[in-house]
């Protein structure tokens, strides 16, 4: 399975359950719709850390590396590849 | 009290000069009959009568529709008797507040072929004199919690109410106009009452056959009525059968609430004649603005304003504070903005009758006006166009920004997948109150997430629900089709459990 379906999977299944992976743009707009709001977001964050084994407390996080799937997946090689 | 000193009712007075003049003119269709000016002058003059023999305060009629209801009220009218109109639905324990406060000495059964008369015995000490010049017809409130309040008309502001709606929409003879609403509703002083007055005739829809699609083209079909009020879901349920159009039609009056867009769509087809009115108001002060839709709002998505105010209607918008803020009254908005709707109409009550506030909901405005507190969010343009956001119960707080419920709704109305929506606010241990949505599509392609980018792009981040439940199935509804948030909310509250 590749990361983006992982990813997708996770969301889809933590915020949006009548939906499926498919369902699912990797540009979808995950904060401006609400799907993942203040609160899910840090969950979120926590989860791509311990999923991909990114150091998420010690690089600097902005909430766009988060805006979408395709965010999560450049911020994940970005900070992995540092 | 000898009947020539009575003040004459203008009301009772031009429906008896109808009879007296045309008594072979239609008064009202009931079913497959039609009975005409001098039969229902029969009738009054009966209830009249029988009204004599029951003296002694107020009657209570509770509003099952039939002609000797129709008669009993003209003959209250004529008698000067102070009549309490309540729904036929009421359990009896609010039955009984009811009669109780408004001090009814009598309640009057009235069905197809006798009245029956109960003595309720001498009204308790604490009980009004109701005077007919003041509270000739007592209607009740509407709401879904709590005991109704009783709303008590004058012979004054039923004779302006009635005058503006025959002029508005051309009554009189020869002119036949729908009744959908029951009985009790302010709506029938507009097509019972001041179509009788005017020499119309009135089709009165049983509200047995309300919802019957195949009854309700069959009435159409053979009354041809020149002139419909009623509620939306009227409409919509014409819509949805498929009913054949209505050339007749001239006036299409929607009342008490947002019309759909899918309906306001339907209703050209419906009556290819017709202008079509949105009318807003409600029982305290009667109808006070209304707007004749254009082609854009039968088309477009987006709100209907709420038009002009009628003829000596005074409105004003209370600050974010209300008038119980720091300002009071005057803290009255004067440019755009939104707040909640105050209003002043010719045909307002005069307040509450025995009740703990009576004028409670009412507010002197700095001008010596003494407006409505609607409880409606209002919001005015910049060009002072009006429109309505909601009622102020439906508006809460998300993370500290305002958002109103039905608002939400309406967007979620507007799209096209979507046949019903109902928004609720529910408690939520981390967020303070979270916004459910629950949503009947019309095809399973819609999916959340589609819903969600559709809501970000209409609403503020804070409006935007944190949930959404897509089914198929109906949601639950309350009896003039609204959807009833009370069980939707006990379900909600029921499976997070």
Redesign the interface.
């Known amino acids: 399975m590749s990361v983006a379906t992982v990813i997708k999977q996770h969301i889809v299944s933590e915020y949006?359950p009548?939906?499926s992976v498919d369902?699912?743009p990797s540009s979808?707009?995950l904060l401006?719709?609400?799907?993942v709001?203040s609160?899910a977001l840090l969950g979120l964050i926590t989860w791509v850390g311990e999923r991909f084994g990114v150091p998420v407390d010690e690089v600097e996080i902005s909430p766009d590396d988060f805006r979408s799937v395709d965010a999560i997946l450049r911020f994940i090689e970005i900070t992995k590849s540092a | 009290m000898p009947v020539g000193t009575l003040p004459t009712n203008p009301l009772y007075e031009d429906f008896h000069d109808r009879a007296v003049r045309r008594p072979d003119a239609p008064a009202l269709h009931w079913h497959d009959t039609v009975v005409d000016y001098g039969g229902l002058a029969a009738l009054a003059e009966l209830a009249y009568a029988e009204l004599a023999a029951h003296p002694g305060g107020p009657v209570a009629l509770p509003a099952r529709k039939s002609p000797r209801a129709i008669a009993l009220v003209l003959a209250c009218l004529r008698a000067g008797r102070p009549l309490l109109l309540v729904s036929e639905s009421l359990g009896r324990r609010t039955l009984n507040e009811l009669v109780e406060r408004a001090g009814c000495g009598w309640l009057a059964e009235a069905g197809e072929h006798t009245t029956d008369w109960t003595d309720l015995g001498p009204a308790g000490p604490g009980a009004p004199v109701l005077d007919p010049a003041t509270a000739g017809l007592v209607l009740t409130t509407s709401g879904s919690t709590g005991t109704p309040k009783l709303v008590p008309l004058g012979a004054a502001a039923l004779d302006r109410f009635t005058r503006w709606a025959h002029e508005r929409f051309g009554l009189g003879e020869g002119r036949t106009v729908l009744n959908y609403a029951p009985l009790n509703f302010d709506l029938c002083l507009l097509d019972i009452w001041a179509t009788l007055r005017a020499g119309g005739c009135a089709v009165l829809v049983d509200p047995e056959h309300a919802v019957d699609p195949r009854r309700l083209a069959e009435l159409f079909e053979r009354t041809r009525p020149q002139v419909v009020q009623a509620v939306p879901m009227l409409f919509r349920i014409l819509a949805e059968a498929g009913t054949a159009p209505v050339p007749e039609v001239r006036h299409v009056v929607l009342t008490g609430d947002h019309t759909p867009l899918p309906v306001r769509r339907a209703l050209p087809g419906l009556f290819p004649s017709a202008e079509f009115h949105s009318v807003y108001g409600c029982t305290e002060t009667n109808d006070s603005f209304l707007h004749t839709l254009g082609p854009a709002d039968l088309t477009e998505g987006g709100t209907v304003p709420l038009g002009r105010p009628l003829p000596g209607v005074r409105t004003a918008l209370a600050g974010p504070d209300g008038p119980d803020g720091p300002d009071g009254p005057d803290g009255t908005l004067t440019g755009a903005g939104t707040g909640e709707l105050l209003v002043a109409t010719p045909f307002q009550t005069d307040g509450y009758l025995a009740d703990g506030a009576p004028g409670g909901r009412f507010t002197t405005g700095p001008d010596g006006t003494r407006y409505f507190r609607s409880g409606d969010l209002v919001s005015r343009a910049e060009d002072g166009t009006l429109t309505l956001v909601g009622r102020t119960d439906f508006q809460v707080k998300v993370r500290g920004v305002r958002v109103s419920l039905e608002e939400v709704e309406r967007v979620l109305l507007g799209h096209p997948e979507i046949a019903e929506a109902g928004v609720l606010a529910l408690p939520d241990r981390?967020?303070g109150v979270r916004l459910h949505a629950v949503v009947r599509r019309r095809s399973e392609r819609l999916?959340?997430?589609a819903l969600?980018?559709y809501?970000?792009e209409r609403l503020s981040?804070a409006a935007?629900?944190?949930a959404?439940?897509?089914t198929g199935d109906p949601l639950p509804s309350t009896s003039t089709g609204k959807v009833d948030r009370g069980r939707l909310r006990a379900e909600l509250l029921e499976e997070s459990t």
């Open positions: 949006a009548d939906t369902e699912l979808y707009d401006d719709t609400g799907l709001d609160l | 981390a967020a999916n959340s997430l969600r980018a809501c970000a981040k935007i629900p944190a959404f439940r897509l």
